[in-house]
Antibody, heavy 119, light 106 residues
Framework: QVQLVQSGAEVKKPGASVKVSCKAS????????MHWVRQAPGQGLEWMGW????????NYAQKFQGRITMTRDTSISTAYMELSSLRSDDTAVYYCASEEVFQNWFDPWGQGTLVTVSS | DIQMTQSPSSLSASVGDRVTITCRAS??????LNWYQQKPGKAPKLLIYFASSLQSGVPSRFSGSGSGTDFTLTISSLQPEDFATYYCQQSYTTPRTFGQGTKVEI
């Protein structure tokens, strides 16, 4: 079945970087945009950006410009999101979510990866 | 950026109740509006896309309507498994903004 499986929880110190992976299975990886969305504890959903796995093209939310990098490895159907210069308010669950080209909705979603930023 | 505003932020309801959640966009988004359900500790789940299309496998008690700037999610008869937080999201343009969420509680 179509699914996204993310890497495990991370604990990072302020100023460090984190790289979260998202492995796709059950569909053609290059036919779906991969979005990243985060959710701080007790808060709502915040869109971070997308990557086109076919071309490698990206589109980042203004808020994260300069701190975020999305990449992919098509040979293993995996997308990555790296966030640098971490702060305590980056503590959140990070989700990947796929969007079939021209479908305009997110389905499926990964299970989420908790990133905790603490000294 | 397009701002999405949901109301109410939370509501209390009982099993069998009809529940309506509204979502307003700060500018027209045609019918590029999705609804997601999220339960505690779980990833969001797609319920409705293109404002009124029911995702495969989603019970028919869920329905969506609206176009332009004003949208509605309706649960015709609330079931115990429907107690969750619901988010609208516009897919008209990037950034793909979400509403702040509506928590449906007992």
């Amino acid at each position: 079945q179509v699914q996204l499986v993310q890497s495990g929880a991370e604990v990072k110190k302020p100023g460090a970087s984190v790289k979260v992976s998202c492995k796709a299975s059950g569909y053609t990886f290059t036919g779906y945009y991969m979005h990243w969305v985060r959710q701080a504890p007790g808060q709502g959903l915040e869109w971070m950006g997308w990557i086109n796995p076919n071309s490698g093209g990206t589109n980042y939310a203004q808020k994260f410009q300069g701190r975020i990098t999305m990449t992919r490895d098509t040979s293993i159907s995996t997308a990555y999101m790296e966030l640098s210069s971490l702060r305590s308010d980056d503590t959140a669950v990070y989700y990947c979510a796929s969007e079939e080209v021209f479908q305009n909705w997110f389905d499926p979603w990964g299970q989420g990866t908790l990133v905790t930023v603490s000294s | 950026d397009i701002q999405m505003t949901q109301s109410p932020s939370s509501l209390s309801a009982s099993v069998g109740d009809r529940v309506t959640i509204t979502c307003r966009a700060s500018q027209t988004i045609s019918n590029y509006l999705n609804w997601y359900q999220q339960k505690p500790g779980k990833a969001p789940k797609l319920l409705i896309y293109f404002a009124s299309s029911l995702q495969s496998g989603v019970p028919s008690r869920f329905s969506g309507s609206g176009s332009g700037t004003d949208f509605t999610l309706t649960i015709s008869s609330l079931q115990p498994e429907d107690f969750a937080t619901y988010y609208c999201q516009q897919s008209y343009t990037t950034p793909r903004t979400f509403g702040q969420g509506t928590k449906v509680e007992i």
